[in-house]
């Protein structure tokens, strides 16, 4: 895939997660369209009403003025109603899945295409409603309803009924805790799908600072999480002005503004990019290539979905909620993540422009990093639990089970010992100790190579 579908993917990708993750876009266009539809409509009545053959005629509203304002104001009326019973209900979700699972899962629910499209149906039938209403006189004996503008209000009164039932259902099967791990897997699936098809080019080399060269550090111009980097945009800026750059923090990151995001030297003789008015171009694209936001985004940021599983885990291992089973669940899906992630290739150390020369040092994805995040909370607050000590194994199992790369491998059986350690240090009853020395040396076998079992 070439640089620059890659660059109009991310730019699409960008789009959708900020229309995605705010209630209002979707809402607010269809409260336009049914003001529209509003004003259009009565003037389509004007012009057909007279020549409607019987047949449509039979199916069309045919009360009387005070019918027709009746009509619109019980269905405006009730909408907004709805409305206001939908965002309640959204509210009240929001506080479920804050206080029994993650705060980092409002988001989910903020991005909820149901509550949108519930929302959107529910506003664009009430001003739809409000604006026909307008169109209904009698003034100077001249009665005018507008039989289809009504009719119409009707239907659109029938459909959002039938999204409301659909959301009430939707509401109950997104507030069970399963589904909350399915949908922040599948997203964390999702992320990975995408970084592992935009791999670019890249090289062994990792090139270094000259001593005789200036490296010149690029410092970030707010604080937050680093959501994205467009690293093809990167790679060009560096062979335009013939330097190389260093990212010195990776997605996912806390950055405080003041402090280094990155680094450039240039690749010939001399020390600086001439720039008669003092600017820092090269500093400024980089700026550019790098987003940065008050909250971690799921596009690039692997470890965001580690992160979320792990604190479901950990909240349900808290003592105010104390539901080990829901930790347990949590792992399993902690273990698929992660075994896809030890599948992927590794990073290459440095990616290269068109001419195959080393452009860019990238911050590259850390496993065992992302181990210890998914590993470290709910070892120290599960230790004491069988179920929980049971699948921690099981996690390192699965996992090995799915890389042969030694430095990944090396992490599992660094989490291995540790895990170990932490069992050692609770009060558990033989037959449960004689059940995770089992579960450990199963687990070693996995991750010995000399002696690994035949895969089927």
């Not at 109950?172 to 599948?186: E, I, N, Q």
Request: aromatic fraction near 4%.
């Amino acid at each position: 895939m070439s640089d620059r579908s890659n660059g109009t993917r991310r730019r699409l990708s960008a789009l959708s997660e900020a229309v995605a993750s705010r209630l209002w876009p979707i809402p607010a266009a269809a409260l336009l369209v049914g003001v529209a539809l509003g004003v259009l409509l009565p003037e389509l009545d004007r012009a057909v009403d007279e020549e409607l053959p019987s047949t449509i005629a039979a199916w069309v509203f045919s009360g009387g003025v005070d019918a027709a304002r009746a009509v619109l104001t019980t269905i405006s009326g009730s909408l907004i109603t709805a409305t206001s019973l939908t965002f309640s209900l959204t509210v009240v979700a929001l506080q479920l899945a804050s206080s029994q699972a993650s705060p980092r899962l409002l988001r989910l629910f903020a991005s909820d295409p149901m509550v949108h499209w519930t929302l959107a149906a529910f506003l664009g039938t009430f001003a739809y409603a409000l604006v026909v209403l307008r169109t209904v006189s009698d003034a100077g004996g001249n009665l005018a309803v507008p039989r289809i503008s009504v009719t119409f209000a009707v239907l659109l009164t029938v459909v959002s009924m039938l999204v409301l039932i659909l959301f009430l259902g939707h509401l109950a099967r997104v507030l069970r805790v399963d589904t909350m791990l399915k949908d922040v897997h599948s997203e964390a699936s999702r992320t990975i799908e995408l970084l592992a098809e935009d791999r670019p080019e890249g090289t062994e080399t990792i090139p270094a600072a000259p001593a005789d060269r200036t490296e010149h550090r690029v410092v970030a111009n707010r604080s937050g999480f680093v959501t994205s980097i467009d690293r093809a945009r990167l790679v060009d800026l560096a062979e335009q002005h013939d330097v190389v750059i260093r990212e010195r923090r990776a997605v996912g990151s806390s950055i405080v503004a003041g402090t280094p995001m990155a680094s450039w030297w240039t690749a010939e003789d001399a020390s600086a990019i001439p720039d008669r008015a003092g600017a820092d171009p090269v500093g400024d694209g980089i700026r550019d290539a790098v987003s940065i936001s008050y909250e971690r985004t799921p596009r690039q940021d692997i470890g965001y979905g580690v992160r979320q599983l792990a604190d479901i885990a950990t909240k349900a291992l808290s003592p105010g909620v104390n539901d080990p089973t829901t930790a347990v669940h949590a792992l399993s899906h902690l273990a698929a993540v992660l075994a896809d992630l030890a599948e992927l290739p590794p990073e290459p150390p440095s990616l290269v422009d068109t001419a195959g020369r080393a452009r860019l040092v990238p911050c590259r994805t850390d496993f065992a990093a992302l181990l210890e995040t998914a590993l470290q909370q709910p070892r120290r607050y599960g230790a004491g639990d069988p179920d929980v000590v049971s699948r921690l194994y099981g996690l390192i199992a699965d996992v090995a089970w799915r890389t042969h790369d030694p430095e990944r491998r090396a992490a599992l059986r660094g989490q291995l010992e540790r895990l170990s350690a932490s069992v050692a240090r609770q009060d558990y009853d033989e037959v449960e100790r004689r059940r995770f020395a089992q579960l450990e040396a199963d687990a070693r076998r996995v991750l010995d190579p000399d002696d690994e079992p035949t895969r089927p």
